[in-house]
Structures are given as C-alpha cells and as structure tokens.
C-alpha cells in the first residue's frame, strides 16, 4: 500500500481563495475603522469645546496678571503674550453672560486661528475648524433660527464657514442667558408722544395691530404709569384672533384684560388683572389661549392692543424663548 501523502487540487484552491479572502479583509478593516474613529474624534472635540464655552467662566492671562474677565481685554486679544480661554458663563454652569456671547463673535472674527488654538483646536498634532452660534429651542440644521439682540443684530454666529458635505460633528446644548431684555425688543406703546412699535404691527389711532406667529417666544408689557391725568381712568387690553385682525380692544377701567375675539366682553375675556405698575410677562397666558383655541405651529396669530391713558412698553422677540423667567436658548458647535 502506497502510505505517502498527497496534496489534492481541491486543498489547493479552497487554500488559495481562504488566503486571498484574508489578505483582502486585512486590508479593507483599518480603513472601515479609520472612519469611525474619525467621527469618534469629531464628536469628542465638538463635546470639549461645548463643555470649555458652557461650564467655565474663562480665563486670560498677560504673564503677569490673569483674571476670569477675559472680555474686558479686546485689545490685547491680538498680543502674542496674551492668552485667553474663552468661556462664556458668570460662575454658573450652562447661565451665560451676554457681554461673554458678544465677546466671542467679535474674539472670533478677528483672531479665529487664535480661539481655535485657545479651544484646543489647532495644535501640533490636531487641525481641526469651527463654527459656533446662539440659536433658537426649535432651530434645525437646515433652518437655523439665530437668537438676535434687541437692535436685531445676531448674537453669536462665528467661526469658519460650515461645509455642506463630508465628516461634520454638531453637538447643541440648552443654555440660559443671563440679560432677557438685551435680547427682546423694546417698543413703547404708550398714548403720548410717537409710537415704536415692531415691523409686524401697524400703529393706528387708539391701538396697535399685529401679525405674530404661533407659539410667541417673548411677550411682555411692562407699565410705567398713567400718561395724562392721574384722576382718568386708564387701561390696556389684548385681543387675539385667527381668522383676522380683531375690531376692538377696549378692556375695562383700571384692568388690563386678555381675550380671545373682539370686543371684550365676560365671556371672551381668558384673563385679566388689576392694571398697575409692574411688568405683565404674558407669553405663556398668549400661548395657552392660542392652544385652546387649535391653533398650530406657524399659524399667524392677529393681535390688537388697545391702551388708554398709559405708560407702557412692549417687549417682543421671534428668537428667544423665555422659559421660569430667563431666557434660554442653545449653544451649537460644529467641528470638521
């Protein structure tokens, strides 16, 4: 009996394939990998710098002085002997300070290789861009809503510009605002002297006509006093309607009254109060009734205010939502 082993052709091939299959998974795995660990890194270093401008005060420092105030410096931003962390909260985590916010758009405009390397983004080993902005609850990434100041100036929107396309990490967190009125508009309604009202509404004789959308993000009056004589009666009312401008407004002496139609009468009247001195935060009283009544996001809501013998201003803003008294809106980092 011939006992000497041989190597059949089917060994031979089923070997080939098996060895051929290995090198090319051996090939193909470090750059599946590479990608994910790309993404990995992306998201890491858009969470860093969200934590740096969110959780921390900042900081600077001359080489012989350093302090948290690292706004105050503006014109020393620039000195290669100056640096600078570029935090944005007043001690608090996630409460921001207004000032901080314009300081960072102004810092990044104008020294944004600076800031990048200040954030840890630009470094021997690491070159990544940036962009970051103050937006809106409801702000999407194909629609961003950038929360502005009260002249309509946007608040922060800075760095390089976003790509449309390839490796992008985005990471949002909610934030409050230390200053609700340098962000809101303020227009004086009162009954004396000319009006300044928003570009949505009209001023006519005894109110003011407005076209907003639902839901109102900021809406408040605040009441100064009576305008003319101190013994006249005085009020303010706010109607609300969906189908189109309300008629009238008239609300009760001595009351400030908010109602759904027009005139205001017992039965429209959703709720009203003793008029005096003092600021009438009214968002969410607006809200609700607008709620009750079916209205949906992006419905135009028609308003009038009607105001006798009153010092008053309107506070109003399409961006910022005011949530338990502050403002809030949410901190958006892009990195690639």
Not at 121 to 136: A, C, G, K, Q, W
Request: aromatic letters at 12%.
């Amino acid at each position: 009996m011939d006992r000497k082993g041989r190597l059949s052709l089917d060994m031979l091939i089923g070997l080939s394939i098996f060895l051929v299959t290995f090198i090319f998974i051996a090939q193909f795995l470090p750059t599946v990998f590479a990608d994910v660990r790309s993404e990995i890194g992306l998201a890491h270093e858009a969470y860093k710098v969200t934590v740096m401008l969110a959780e921390t005060e900042g900081a600077w420092s001359n080489g012989t002085h350093n302090g948290t105030n690292w706004e105050d410096y503006e014109s020393q931003w620039g000195d290669t002997d100056f640096v600078f962390l570029p935090g944005l909260t007043e001690g608090e985590p996630d409460y921001l300070e207004f000032d901080k916010l314009k300081a960072l758009q102004n810092a990044t405009e104008n020294y944004y290789n600076k800031v990048r390397e200040m954030l840890g983004l630009l470094t021997p080993d690491r070159n990544y861009n940036f962009h970051v902005s103050l937006e809106s609850l409801d702000s999407k990434p194909y629609n961003r809503t950038l929360v502005t100041d009260r002249d309509g100036n946007v608040v922060l929107d800075a760095g390089a510009d976003i790509p449309s396309s390839g490796y992008i990490s985005r990471y949002e967190r909610n934030v409050w605002v230390n200053s609700v009125y340098d962000l809101v508009g303020a227009y004086y309604i009162g009954t004396a002297g000319p009006r300044n009202v928003p570009n949505l509404c009209r001023v006519n004789v005894d109110d003011i006509d407005c076209n907003f959308t639902y839901p109102l993000r900021f809406f408040a009056i605040e009441v100064f006093g009576k305008e003319n004589d101190p013994t006249n009666v005085w009020w303010l009312g706010v109607c609300l309607q969906k189908t189109g401008t309300p008629s009238s407004c008239n609300a009760k002496p001595d009351t400030i009254q908010v109602g759904y139609g027009s005139p205001l009468t017992s039965s429209n009247v959703k709720w009203e109060d003793t008029l005096a001195v003092k600021t009438y935060e009214l968002t969410t009283i607006l809200n609700n009734i607008m709620r009750d009544e079916g209205f949906s996001d992006g419905d135009t809501v028609y308003i009038k205010i009607g105001i006798h013998n009153t010092n008053a201003t309107l506070y109003y803003s399409g961006t910022i939502d005011y949530l338990a008294g502050k403002a809030v809106a949410k901190l958006v980092v892009y990195v690639w």
